[in-house]
């Protein structure tokens, strides 16, 4: 409770580390660059109300919110959200993806743990997807937030353009395959994340679940289709071992485990991944996809771009 204003806040308190108050202190300066451009908090960003010093503990005070997309996916059984929410909350966060790029700047953590519902009520509806085995059964539900209305947290990773573009950054399922090549980022590795996002929130499961750089390459090539050769030959440092002459994933290799073979050959192409979750947005969503799934991060859609999709056009649920 922020006692001068009565309202109720969020803290996160950091640890008294020198890195973590350094990283916490560059934080702190995106917040302020981001709020300072969005004083009335309509950009779908975490608003930063003040920060201040206890014990050599740096503690930066948000306005609260209510649970994340991940933390509601794991209430509900991992039940996927419908497709109007999932087009409403792929609206929101492009747009606030948009704002901070347009700023220089890159979130390079995107993922359901970082998207927060603004309210964590929700009601039961029922859940014409699941087929009941008598006529006599209740009719399955699931739970649905009472608002889709969200906003994008964590901006400890964020960083200017050109920054630090070789460093490995995101979370592993949500990486980019420029990232994983060495071959170089930019904004486009924010699309990409989002675009492993959308897919989850449609299924209720992770897409890209692997924590090898391999095992992900050949993943990615399952979903989407070969790397590009051309991509494959701006790979630096190690990434180059992963393919034969610089033309082919080597996958499988001697190495590889059966348990990876099996994970690999269990993932469905992108097409099958939403015809078996979208219904009748399916075509839409696909093509969106598509867009945002592309290996060259300079064809790649941009985030203003993909706000003009189709699959987009519609008003936003309250």
Sequence with gaps: MDLEVQEIVAVKVVRNVKKYKEDAMIEINHLQTIGKNDRSGSRGCVQ????FDYQNHVCIVFEKLGSSLFDFLKENDFQPFSVDQVRCFGRQLLESVAYIHSLNLIHTDLKPENILLVSSDYKEVVDYRVHKHASNQPNPTRRAPRSSRIKLIDFGGTTYDGECS???VSTRHYRAPEVILGSGWSYPC???SIACILLELCSGKVLFQTRD????????????GPIPSYMIRKSKG????YFIQERKLNWPDRYTSRDSIRAVLRIRGLRDLVMNHADKSSRSLLDLLQQMFCYDPSKRITAKEALQHPFLQVPLEE
Excluded at 48 to 51: A, N, S, T
Excluded at 238 to 241: H, T, V
Aim: aromatic letters at 12%; proline letters at 0%.
């Design 238 to 241: 190690q990434a180059l071992k």
């Design 48 to 51: 930063m109300k003040r920060w």
């Design 190 to 192: 924010d699309i990409w």
């Design 213 to 224: 750089d391999l095992e992900h390459l050949a993943m990615m090539e399952r979903v989407i």
């Design 166 to 168: 070789f460093l490995v």
